[in-house]
């Protein structure tokens, strides 16, 4: 390599956060287009060519429910790494390119998480190969980030102080209890992907037993918690993100736009996309509605009096 060429690649990356802000914007490019395939109602040719149907034939089952409910998991998916992908364009141009140490562990913890669920294939069996494309594109420019980074952490910052009298304190104490709660989301829907792959209220949903869809075709079920397993990761690496975010991210203009978008990206297509398909089940749909309450109200509180001030 000549040095024209190592000057080159010094300015490409510089101090680590263009690679990071890349990942960032893949994680938008592939949640973005999660969302538009999965809204064209079709499935991806590999699912067609591992299932031995195309979704039309798919969707003569048990009244198209089967295929409807695959595309509310995809749809889910695309929004939460949308999220993704916002958090994390927040934690590489804000506090990480100012030094604070938090905003890399914070990448590095979600980060991990959302690359080892891609693992949990193991647990049923079905290798992606869309998936594992898309995570071996990102992961050496995610790595290079971080290890470039690794020496911008320089400023220790001790954890926000949360003054429950206050309705700053109140709403970021409500903002973590939502992270939190999607944490344990996503690892309870990880974990029934990799087990059970259905809840009661999936099957009342469709309409029938998890035996009598698995008769429908034995890759069909592999399929399903291939989708349960990814939506369940990505759900617990943002919710880490998010808590690191709020426990010691300083309140500014631009945390609370970036959680407003990413909550909006998450939220919406999890809610949203139920009464599309018609699965209303309050007992299902109930929890998210909760936490998308708190979150609501946490926002409102916390970005008070900064959400328009200067970042």
Same mark, same amino acid.
């Given at each position: 390599?000549?040095?024209?060429?190592?000057?080159?690649?010094?300015?490409?990356?510089?101090?680590?956060?263009?690679?990071?802000?890349?990942?960032?914007?893949?994680?938008?490019?592939?949640?973005?287009?999660?969302?538009?395939?999965?809204?064209?109602?079709?499935?991806?040719?590999?699912?067609?060519?591992?299932?031995?149907?195309?979704?039309?034939?798919?969707?003569?089952?048990?009244?198209?429910?089967?295929?409807?409910?695959?595309?509310?998991?995809?749809?889910?998916?695309?929004?939460?790494?949308?999220?993704?992908?916002?958090?994390?364009?927040?934690?590489?141009?804000?506090? !990480?390119?100012?030094?604070?140490?938090?905003?890399?562990?914070?990448?590095?913890?979600?980060?991990?998480?959302?690359?080892?669920?891609?693992?949990?294939?193991?647990?049923?069996?079905?290798?992606?190969?869309?998936?594992?494309?898309?995570?071996?594109?990102?992961?050496?420019?995610?790595?290079?980030?971080?290890?470039?980074?690794?020496?911008?952490?320089?400023?220790?910052?001790?954890?926000?102080?949360?003054?429950? @009298?206050?309705?700053?304190?109140?709403?970021?104490?409500?903002?973590?209890?939502?992270?939190?709660?999607?944490?344990?989301?996503?690892?309870?829907?990880?974990?029934?992907?990799?087990?059970?792959?259905?809840?009661?209220?999936?099957?009342?949903?469709?309409?029938?037993?998890?035996?009598?869809?698995?008769?429908?075709?034995?890759?069909?079920?592999? !399929?399903?918690?291939?989708?349960?397993?990814?939506?369940?990761?990505?759900?617990?690496?943002?919710?880490?993100?998010?808590?690191?975010?709020? @426990?010691?991210?300083?309140?500014? @203009?631009? !945390?609370?736009?970036?959680?407003?978008?990413?909550?909006?990206?998450?939220?919406?297509?999890?809610?949203?996309?139920?009464?599309?398909?018609?699965?209303?089940?309050?007992?299902?749909?109930?929890?998210?509605?909760?936490?998308?309450?708190?979150?609501?109200?946490?926002?409102?509180?916390?970005?008070?009096?900064?959400?328009?001030?200067?970042?």
């Amino acid at each position: 390599m000549t040095h024209d060429d190592r000057g080159f690649l010094h300015a490409l990356i510089g101090d680590g956060t263009p690679l990071l802000i890349a990942s960032a914007l893949f994680l938008l490019g592939c949640g973005s287009f999660a969302i538009f395939q999965a809204s064209t109602g079709q499935l991806l040719p590999h699912d067609t060519r591992y299932l031995g149907m195309n979704a039309d034939q798919l969707c003569t089952y048990h009244g198209c429910r089967v295929l409807h409910f695959m595309i509310h998991d995809r749809i889910s998916f695309g929004g939460v790494l949308i999220a993704i992908g916002v958090i994390y364009l927040w934690l590489a141009a804000f506090p !990480l390119r100012k030094g604070e140490t938090w905003a890399w562990w914070a990448i590095v913890a979600s980060g991990l998480v959302g690359f080892v669920s891609f693992l949990s294939y193991f647990g049923f069996g079905y290798f992606d190969s869309w998936h594992g494309a898309a995570t071996l594109t990102l992961l050496p420019i995610f790595i290079g980030g971080i290890v470039r980074t690794r020496e911008l952490g320089t400023l220790i910052m001790p954890p926000q102080l949360i003054d429950f @009298r206050s309705r700053a304190g109140l709403g970021r104490a409500l903002l973590l209890l939502a992270s939190g709660g999607i944490v344990v989301a996503g690892l309870v829907i990880t974990t029934v992907g990799m087990t059970t792959v259905f809840v009661p209220q999936d099957l009342e949903y469709i309409g029938d037993t998890r035996s009598a869809i698995a008769v429908i075709h034995p890759h069909l079920l592999p !399929l399903i918690a291939h989708d349960r397993a990814g939506f369940g990761g990505a759900l617990a690496s943002f919710g880490v993100a998010m808590f690191s975010s709020l @426990r010691y991210g300083r309140a500014s @203009r631009a !945390l609370w736009q970036a959680l407003a978008i990413a909550g909006t990206a998450g939220f919406g297509t999890a809610i949203g996309i139920h009464p599309v398909i018609g699965y209303l089940s309050l007992t299902h749909l109930g929890p998210a509605v909760l936490g998308l309450a708190v979150f609501a109200a946490g926002l409102g509180l916390a970005g008070s009096g900064t959400f328009f001030a200067r970042p």
